[in-house]
């Protein structure tokens, strides 16, 4: 199982980026997908999930109205488009896959971990 993100970088206070994981084909047609994020001297934390059919999201409170998690079954790719980005959204994200199917918010109900992205958010 191999999951691979992408799209992270450096972006002033107010502006987007869209990150991106592409998965497995065997797996990503039937897992939940999410996204956690973990700060310098911080814990790791959720922040957007989606369920398998995509019908389902939860997002985190910090990011609520903000970002958006979406996925394309025909490119086994997961997104998370984040908007009007904040100095506190910079961190490493993570994209992770659950074998329970269920846009699920936390990090041990998650059984495969891509690498993490950068992103910086400048004020």
């Known amino acids: 199982v191999q999951l691979q993100a992408s799209g992270g970088g450096l972006v002033q206070a107010g502006g987007s980026l869209r990150l991106s994981c592409a998965a497995s084909?065997?797996?990503?047609?039937?897992?939940?997908m999410g996204w956690f994020r973990q700060a310098p001297g911080k814990e790791r934390e959720f922040v957007a999930s989606?369920?398998?059919?995509?019908?389902?999201?939860t997002y985190a409170e910090s990011v609520k109205g903000r970002f958006t998690i979406s996925r394309d079954s025909a490119k086994n790719t997961v997104y998370l488009q984040m908007n009007s980005l904040k100095p506190e959204d910079t961190a490493a994200y993570y994209c992770a896959a659950s074998t329970f199917g269920l846009a699920v918010t936390t990090a041990r109900q998650y059984h495969y971990w891509g690498q993490g992205t950068k992103v910086t958010v400048s004020s």
């Open positions: 989606i369920n398998w059919t995509g019908g389902t999201t």
């Open positions: 084909a065997r797996i990503f047609s039937s897992y939940g």
